[in-house]
């Protein structure tokens, strides 16, 4: 398959429909590692041609002219398409929004660490500055990094539940998780610009998925994230085709089109209380050492205990 660079048609006749310049790249990098000239070339060239130029006034800020950049990448375990990417790693680097696929549903992305890009994320999908964001992470490492991490146990009865975790991560459930002070101030922050506080928690994913996971390996940092809903409505989006046809006209920069998803997002659990509490059931099966919202209040400790360790 190729990149193809297009300008959303937002008629109502057809929601669906793009039109495309005609913009083809066949060319991967070559097999011992070297740079493929021609694909270089023609990448610089998509850029330069794009929709959306790009005008970099400031580090990790941006503005745009026209539409929106559209990559399309087959999802598959050898990574043959994963170079159309390199296009989206640079942009979100200077501080683009965009969607991406995820192990669960689609996304709503930008830089962890640009203030600009995750004020402009909230107001492309019009979330409340009350309501809290996740990030995606590539490891373990970014985990321990921005959070308190998971508990590992003390040799006094509690849990490890760091060694339950990495038997299901990557995979579809998101850990509420306290924060570090390595989390920017931005991610955590919440009210009015005169009064803002800041919330101790924020929720981590860790999704296994192709492309996700190589944009996030490209990109060597987390990402800032949100799913993506159709406005108003309390539903997923998962067409890209209509994602873009909805949230371009609202400032996106970039979507990655992965293909058609099935609405199934992931399960929340938080781990922030004494035991491990599932506050939302998603594609992630409940394990034995996770309680449900509605469960007792500690009668499962030895249980916990038993299957965690």
């Given at each position: ?117 995750i004020e402009r994320l909230r107001r492309i999908k019009d979330i409340e500055a009350s309501k809290p964001l996740s990030i995606l992470c590539r490891s373990f490492r970014d985990i321990d990094k921005y959070t308190m991490g998971f508990p590992r146990g003390d040799g006094q009865g509690h849990a490890n539940i760091f060694r339950a975790v990495k038997q299901i991560l990557p995979g579809p ?80 920069d970039f979507v990655v089109d992965g293909g058609i998803r099935v609405a199934d997002p992931s399960t929340v659990v938080d781990m922030t209380g004494n035991y491990p509490k599932i506050v939302r059931q ?28």
């Amino acid at each position: 398959m190729a990149l193809h660079l297009h300008r959303p048609c937002l008629t109502p006749k057809s929601p669906r429909l793009l039109f495309p310049c005609n913009l083809n790249i066949n060319n991967p990098p070559t097999t011992d590692g070297r740079a493929n000239p021609t694909a270089a070339t023609v990448r610089a060239l998509a850029l330069k041609r794009s929709p959306k130029r790009l005008k970099y006034s400031a580090p990790r800020r941006f503005t745009k002219e026209g539409g929106l950049l559209y990559v399309e990448v087959y999802p598959s375990a050898e990574g043959a398409e994963n170079w159309k990417l390199d296009p989206v790693v640079e942009i979100l680097k200077e501080g683009a929004v965009g969607v991406i696929p995820t192990d669960t549903v689609y996304a709503i992305v930008c830089d962890l660490n640009s203030s600009s890009a995750i004020e402009r994320l909230r107001r492309i999908k019009d979330i409340e500055a009350s309501k809290p964001l996740s990030i995606l992470c590539r490891s373990f490492r970014d985990i321990d990094k921005y959070t308190m991490g998971f508990p590992r146990g003390d040799g006094q009865g509690h849990a490890n539940i760091f060694r339950a975790v990495k038997q299901i991560l990557p995979g579809p459930y998101t850990f509420i998780l306290t924060a570090s002070k390595e989390l920017p101030k931005q991610c955590t922050r919440y009210g009015l610009p005169t009064k803002y506080a800041h919330r101790k928690n924020v929720g981590v994913r860790m999704p296994d998925d192709v492309i996700c996971r190589a944009i996030l390996e490209r990109l060597d940092a987390p990402l800032i994230s949100t799913s993506v809903k159709v406005p108003s409505r309390n539903e997923w989006m998962m067409d890209p085709v209509i994602i873009a046809d909805t949230y371009g006209p609202e400032g996106l920069d970039f979507v990655v089109d992965g293909g058609i998803r099935v609405a199934d997002p992931s399960t929340v659990v938080d781990m922030t209380g004494n035991y491990p509490k599932i506050v939302r059931q998603g594609k992630g099966p409940k394990l034995p050492w996770m309680e449900s919202e509605e469960a007792g209040d500690g009668s499962r400790e030895e249980d916990l205990i038993a299957t965690a360790t």
